[in-house]
């Protein structure tokens, strides 16, 4: 982008300006340091995730099965118990794919994508400053 530099008349203001362009980098290298580690977090939380809800539906789709031929007795409720601690994982792996999965990895992309842009441009902001510094 190019700036309205000459509009800088002394020293005072483009240091002003300096520091304050440093202060607002140091910030956006903090931001950038606290979204690789979200990141990170999420791009090790979602590994497998979707496999493991694939195979909570089939255990599920199974266990639905047998009970859909079972006569009532102790047996058919130990299996509609484990069918309710099964829905209960997926509901829980469902959460977890939120926190953790492709949605949330693409959105910690971005925002690190926003991060670096902002880093990039500051820089040049911080550069051309320093030039128009040395100019007056």
Known sequence: MNYSLNK????????????????????????????????????TGSEGIDAEIAAVNSEITGVEMVLA????????????SRLVKLNHKRFLLGERRERFGVIALLEKEYVLGNI?????????????LNSRKAEL
Do not use: H, W
């Open 8 to 43: 800088i008349t002394s020293l005072a203001d483009c240091n002003t300006l300096i520091d304050l362009a440093n202060t607002e980098n140091s910030e956006l290298e903090f931001k950038k340091l606290q979204q690789e580690r979200a990141y990170e977090n999420v791009s």
């Open 69 to 80: 031929t079972m006569s009532d007795g102790p047996v058919k409720k130990e299996f509609e």
């Open 116 to 128: 670096n842009q902002q880093l990039v441009e500051s820089a040049t902001y911080i550069a051309a």
